[in-house]
């Protein structure tokens, strides 16, 4: 099975970056074949339709593809503000957005209808940005995913990691391998 694992944040030390990378590792032992997608490696200006008119972007037009080539995902969402951050909503934003004259791409959802979907979070706080999943689920939903109902939010992340950026306490890898496993499940399942 293809995985797509990314988290919504850029930020060097994020705690999401380091959980996606965790439930990145714990996909492969599992015999997933995974794709650790950095959304920092990719150029994507904030969505602005008079931009688009002009013509997609070529790195948004990469992660249509990337996205749609993998019928299952592991999302690891920060929390700002009680929400998922400005960059995850902006990437699902431009990939969403239909490519007019494109015959292929002309389907906004064309990248996201029926993949299967794992939410994960990490935050410093103790709900461990459980509130930004309560916003990205509804928006998931509405772009046609399938959302995995096992999800989990790493309260207190800045003690959850060793120095080599793996999760320290058994339970966690659990709560992480349960959301992988299930995934994993249903889009084996959807895709029979």
Known sequence: MKLLVFAGSTRLNSFNRQLAQAAAT????????????????????????????????????????????????????????????????????????????????????????????GVLSASPGALGGLRSQSHLVPLLINSQCWVAPTAFALGSAADAFDADGELRQDAHRKSVQAVVDQVLFAAGRLAA
Not at 41 to 60: C, Q, S
Not at 70 to 98: F, M, Q, R
């Open 26 to 117: 714990l996909a492969r032992d599992s015999g997933a074949e995974v794709t650790h997608l950095e959304l920092a490696d990719f150029d994507i200006p904030m969505y602005n339709a008079d931009l688009e008119a002009r013509g997609t972007p070529p790195d948004v037009m990469k992660l249509k593809e990337l996205m749609h080539a993998h019928p299952a995902w592991i999302i690891c969402s920060p929390e700002y503000n009680g929400s998922y951050t400005a960059l995850l909503k902006n990437t699902i934003d431009w990939v969403s957005s239909p490519v007019k004259g494109n015959a292929i791409w002309q389907d906004g959802f064309r990248s996201f209808r029926g993949k299967v979907v």
